[in-house]
């Protein structure tokens, strides 16, 4: 063999074993192998050593494919917030005022898919804060001397297809899946603006959400349905709360740039038991006419929302949502009513890309209008019976980099005996800060 040929041999066997080895780990295992046949060819490694080294090229790729099938991302957010107070009937009886509060929060959380086949993937993510449903925000300060924080498992679920990634071959985009676990809340609609009038965003639901979507000519539709267990006793009581959900929406192009959505929901909370109502008590609802005496609550829910995109720095998106309790019954508490209705208007304009986005929205929910354990917990501090005005900024500075403010101010409905009176009851004006970033 020249000398040539013998470089060649030499460069061949150097990414070799860079390719096994080290960083050159992207080599693909076709080229390798063919590398592996020319060096036997060549006389200059053995069928042994040929096998050995196939073998070795094998199992490397089977790593690496396991590892295509691994996805990881996440998001982190800092929080500066402020609460200014400015009564509270129970705290003036008393002669005292609440104060001013501020603190400092973050939330992080980490998110890994894994693609077990083409029907099953499975999805968890690692959240910070504490066992509060409706919270991931961790408080700065919250323990003493520096302890450590809590990390908590905040999703946990399979989603299954009949078919190769959930397409419908009969369906124009057609998806149908099947979540089993502890599942992302699939009522939320991104599309909405804010949709934040009967579920807190932080929510994830445990049992099994059923999710379609596809297109009919100019028509996008989606379906949701969703059984799911709000608290499982066991033996220590026969009933089991538990939450039955179904959804069915779409949007259409109306006129260039002009797109109008809607979408409708039903709720049915079942096998309610005492201390499902003593918490729903502890959020402003009026347990004596919250729901049936059979103890099961119906709320049906609908949204819709128009967005005008004719120019490309000032979107506008006008939404809307209304909520009513079809069980609710007249309270027998003194003035109370059935207090069944709960409602959201809003409008965002801008992008917040190109330019700045900005938002205004109007929030009630009354007494009864929904469980309180599931409402929005910023909004309306998660309870019942208030109001809030709203306002918001949002700017992105980088890629993947958020700048948002907003600002909330809440107060009680109604007042007397029968409704939450105390710290939740108080005219509250909050006001948020975010840095949002993307990983």
Known sequence: MNRAGIAWIG???????????????????????????ILRDEGLIDEERHSELATKVEKRGDKLAWLERISIWGDFRGRYENFFFDRDPVAEAAGERLPNRHRVRYRLRLNLSGVV?????????????????????QTLGRGVDFDSDDIRLDLAYVTLTATPGGELCCVEDGYLGLDLGKVKNP???????????????DITPEGGSLRFRGRAGPVNLFANG???L??????????????LGGQLGGDVELFENVTFGARGSIYHYAS???????RAA???????????RNGSIQVIESSAFLELAHHELFPILIFGSYAHNLSA??????????????????????????????????????????????????????VTNRDAYVWMLQRQLLSNLELAYKVLLSDKLRGGAAYVDSIAGADRLRMQLDLKLKF
């Open 272 to 278: 309610l038991d005492d201390d499902f109502f003593t």
């Open 230 to 243: 709000i608290d499982e006793n066991g033996a220590d009581s026969a009933k089991d709360p538990q939450l």
């Open 282 to 292: 502890g959020g402003g609802n009026l347990v004596d006419g919250l729901a049936r």
């Open 226 to 228: 969703g059984f799911y």
């Open 11 to 37: 460069v061949l066997t150097a990414f070799l074993g860079l390719a096994l080895g080290g960083p050159a780990q992207a080599v693909d295992d076709e080229t390798m192998q063919e590398v592996l046949q």
């Open 117 to 137: 086949n083409d029907y099953a993937t499975v999805f968890l993510r690692l959240a910070s804060g504490s066992d509060d449903a409706r919270s991931t925000n």
């Open 187 to 201: 009522f939320v609609w991104k599309d909405l603006g804010m949709d934040a009038l009967v579920w807190d965003g």
């Open 329 to 382: 019954r007249t309270s027998l508490a003194s003035g109370a009513g059935r207090n069944d209705d709960a409602y959201a208007l809003g409008i965002f304009v801008g992008d917040k890309k190109k330019l700045v986005k900005v938002g205004f929205a109007y929030v009630a929910v009354q007494a009864n209008a929904l469980p309180s354990m599931f409402i929005d917990s910023d909004l309306t501090d998660g």
